[in-house]
């Protein structure tokens, strides 16, 4: 189903403060928690957090586009908030195949068959690989920070030291003592990459509060652990995903139309958008979203985000 524009209403940051139910259902190797707005018939939105973050980044967006006639679909990813792992003896696996084959599992829970799939830091990495590889179930995309997908032979490359110091917390995880540390202050911690990432947003206890409890989750230190190790190739994947990665390692073009987006004030490493808008080879636009608007973008410029998903999914 094709949608027209939505009506994007004057919706500021910290308008909306809570969802409603959180939902439950089994998929693919997870019992996701998951919540959803708007009308069951309307065309279908996935909505996807990155690190570390959770489904409240999207806490203004979901009602505008569920406003808009469209079904809002917002899951917390493998390791926050109340989804789990099915089998206590799956490895808390934070691979980028694997975290974005969750979202293909929750789709085929639900009897969605194609959906705009849009998201920031691991979720948009997770929307890019959706649309590169699953292209038949994604109809649009929006990105921000545009192409993120990547392979452990790309990541064995030296940056330059003024990038490789962007990553710190990447090696500091790649060492016992950063997972301990990592584990022992998780808010002290994200609360300093919220600071770093979005310099000029001034969120208050409470946004951030609300946010830090889906860090509780029991195996939230190890999937993000393995993410960054993973990455490193410090930690194996699973076989399964071997011949993704392998077509992900290829770089490959995304065909569906896509939005990226970027904030003018985004202190989180992240590439230049003349870097990737070669990997775009369907209808395609770059926006630059200003007024101080740093990594979280759906939470501090929830209108720019919102208007973004309903312009693409009527391309």
């Known amino acids: 189903m094709t949608a027209?524009?939505?009506t994007i209403v004057p919706t500021a940051s910290g308008s909306f403060t809570s969802f409603g139910p959180l939902k439950q259902i089994d998929a693919g190797v997870l019992n996701v928690g998951f919540v959803e707005d708007g009308p069951a018939d309307g065309p279908a939105v996935v909505l996807l957090h990155g690190w570390p973050y959770d489904i409240h980044s999207f806490?203004?967006?979901?009602?505008?586009?569920?406003?808009?006639?469209f079904r809002v679909i917002v899951p917390f990813v493998r390791g926050y908030g109340t989804t789990r792992f099915l089998s206590e003896a799956a490895l808390r696996n934070g691979q980028q195949a694997a975290v974005a084959l969750d979202v293909i599992a929750l789709m085929d829970?639900?009897?969605i068959e194609t959906a705009v799939v849009a998201g920031f830091d691991w979720g948009a990495r997770s929307a890019d690989v959706v649309a590169a590889l699953w292209p038949d179930r994604c109809s649009a995309l929006v990105s921000v920070s545009g192409y993120l997908i990547g392979s452990q032979a790309a990541n064995q490359l030296p940056l330059p030291p003024r990038a490789e110091l962007a990553w710190w917390y990447q090696f500091y995880f790649a060492t016992e003592r950063g997972r301990a540390g990592y584990d022992t202050n998780r808010r002290e911690f994200t609360?300093?990459?919220?600071?770093?990432a979005s310099p000029q947003w001034a969120f208050d206890d409470e946004t951030?509060?609300?946010?830090?409890?889906?860090f509780d989750n029991p195996d939230h230190v190890a999937v993000v652990i393995h993410n960054y190790?993973?990455?490193?190739?410090?930690?194996?994947?699973?076989p399964q995903y071997d011949d993704l990665e392998r077509q992900l390692s290829q770089a490959p073009t995304i065909a569906v139309p896509t939005i990226t987006l970027e904030g003018d004030a985004n202190g989180a490493p992240h590439p230049d958008a003349d870097a990737y808008a070669a990997r775009f080879s369907g209808k395609y636009a770059h926006r630059v979203i200003e007024g101080g608007i740093g990594h979280n973008l759906p939470q501090e410029a929830p209108r720019a985000f919102a208007a973004a998903v309903s312009e693409v999914a009527a391309w």
């Open 4 to 6: 027209a524009p939505a």
């Open 59 to 69: 806490s203004d967006v979901t009602p505008v586009l569920a406003s808009g006639g």
């Open 109 to 111: 829970a639900l009897a």
């Open 191 to 196: 609360r300093l990459i919220w600071e770093l």
């Open 208 to 214: 951030f509060a609300r946010s830090a409890a889906s």
């Open 229 to 238: 190790r993973w990455r490193l190739g410090l930690a194996a994947g699973e």
